[in-house]
């Protein structure tokens, strides 16, 4: 990664498009020339600014398309393999960064918002540490196979890391709420293709949305400092397929 301010020094001498994207937030696309054949790695897109990125129903207002501007410059949009999150920006909503293979997020981050980096090729990630909130959708879809998320994180929405292809699922202390197929792969039937065999759900979490962990079975379920769940929803740990993931009560970390 580059640091924010000098992408040139990294061979990204062009810029291709400016954007207002934000109340005051802009997006550069740089280019640096070179389409490769296999693995374009030759656009990148920084933000810059203070405050929330805008969602794509309201760049449609702004540029008269459903879309991020970056989406429908044919040439260049399917190679930002890239991005950048400037220092000051707090929320990132919807991003439309399909073929992004790296972010770098800031440590201003305070919420990851719906669908920002949904069907994203990203495979692993770290949330900043700031970040409270990880919104339905946020990584729906995604090639996601690590993520960390760290203590502070008190909301994952629905869907949030559903369809990803996560090894495993650690959830900080500071979590109080998981929403329905959070961590699904409601494609998934075979116990033998879930990769994830355990999860441990601190005891701080009072909610818990349907399905959270849909398509998981075989996998277990440890509840520390719980010897019921009659506070999170019916079928919580319901995999889909009529079958319960096994649930463990009153687990005790070592």
């Not at 329905?180 to 792969?185: E, L, Y």
């Amino acid at each position: 990664p580059f640091p924010i301010y000098n992408p040139e020094e990294y061979g990204y001498t062009e810029k291709v498009g400016e954007w207002k994207y934000g109340e005051d937030i802009t997006a550069t696309l740089w280019w640096n020339g070179i389409k490769w054949e296999n693995d374009g790695k030759a656009c990148v897109l920084v933000f810059e600014g203070t405050g929330e990125t805008w969602t794509a129903k309201e760049a449609e207002i702004i540029y008269g398309v459903p879309y991020a501007p970056w989406i429908w410059i044919d040439e260049y949009a399917d190679y930002i393999v890239k991005a950048v999150v400037g220092e000051g920006i707090t929320k990132v909503i919807d991003l439309q960064l399909y073929d992004t293979e790296y972010i770098m997020l800031p440590n201003s981050l305070k919420e990851i918002g719906r669908y920002a980096l949904s069907a994203s090729k990203i495979v692993s990630i770290v949330i900043p540490k700031g970040v409270k909130r990880i919104e339905d959708y946020a990584f729906y879809c995604s090639e996601l196979t690590s993520v960390i998320i760290p203590e502070g994180v008190e909301y994952i929405g629905t869907c949030a890391f559903d369809r990803c292809h996560l090894t495993e699922i650690n959830l900080p202390d500071s979590l109080k709420f998981i929403g329905s197929a959070a961590f699904g792969i409601q494609h998934i039937i075979n116990a033998e293709e879930n990769q994830v065999s355990e999860v441990v759900i601190p005891a701080g979490v009072e909610k818990i949305g349907f399905g959270a962990f849909i398509g998981r079975y075989g996998m277990k379920i440890y509840l520390e400092g719980k010897d019921n769940d009659a506070d999170f929803d019916k079928g919580w740990n319901d995999d889909g397929f009529n079958r319960k993931i096994e649930v463990i009560y009153n687990y005790k970390r070592e």
